[in-house]
């Protein structure tokens, strides 16, 4: 089984930073994909950022120019450094590993971005 743990979220005036962490655990293959998605209230879940084991990555489009995603292969965390985030971030973020052809998720961390 895999478990995820996320830290990081929290409270931010506009045009502040963040930074998420995501550690994965568990029976995971070497080779996967790490990555962040939001939800809002009311929306769908978005795609924010993701990489992989190889260092492939794909950004939302919320996300380019303003995230960086990055890894540590030998400690299975993912990272998601915000920067300029606007109110539009607030979302709760939730981290993903997909290994073995399966999907994990986190259970969340809030990001609240407010004046």
């Known amino acids: 089984q895999v478990t995820l743990v996320e830290s990081g979220g929290g409270l931010v005036q506009p045009g502040g930073s963040l930074r998420l962490s995501c550690t994965a655990s568990?029976?995971?293959?070497?080779?996967?994909?790490m990555g962040w998605y939001r939800q809002a209230p009311g929306k769908a879940r978005d795609m924010v950022a993701r990489?992989?084991?190889?260092?492939?990555?794909n950004y939302g489009d919320s996300a380019k120019g303003r995230f960086t995603i990055s890894r540590d292969n030998a400690k299975n965390t993912v990272y998601l450094q915000m920067n300029s985030l606007k109110p539009e971030d607030t979302a709760v973020y939730f981290c993903?590993?997909?290994?073995?052809?399966?999907?994990?998720w986190g259970q969340g961390t809030q990001v609240t971005v407010s004046s």
């Open positions: 993903n590993v997909f290994s073995d052809l399966k999907n994990y």
């Open positions: 568990g029976s995971i293959f070497s080779t996967n994909v």
């Open positions: 990489i992989s084991t190889g260092g492939t990555i």
